[in-house]
């Protein structure tokens, strides 16, 4: 069994031991999931690429950022981004689809139960913790993007 594989079984017993229902996809291999946050439900993925070889976990934003708003959402990722020390947000801005992605190199060893939920909770948390900053900008109450932002670095 290769490294990418090998990683994957491993995860999907992390989340078998902390109940969490989940679906190995073989083409490409990774792990598909979700979660409830406080402000939305969020599609997970989880992929462990082997050059460089690593474990990553990729948030899916459930929120469609109107054409109108898109010059908007790309001023208000970019700040996001800038307070970010893990992982980071992804914004197409010609689709309009948002996600949050963090990575953690595992070179020749393996990862943890703990140092796996640390990486999935820490992406959950940070996309949950802007989702509501973006459907402010999109949605809500002509907040400009540095103000959506401040709002939830200072919260």
Known sequence: MDQTHALLDLVCTYLEADDFAHHFCHEPPAIKTGFH????????????????????????????????HRERMAEAVTRANCGLLLGAFEYDIGEGTLGFRSTMPVADSTVTHEQFQHLLFSSLATADRYHRAFCRLIFGDDMSPAEVIAEVEMA
């Open 37 to 68: 946050g406080n402000t939305s439900t969020y599609a997970v993925q989880v992929v462990a690429p082997s050059d460089p070889a690593a474990l990553g976990v990729y948030v899916r934003i459930p929120t469609l950022v109107p054409e109108s």
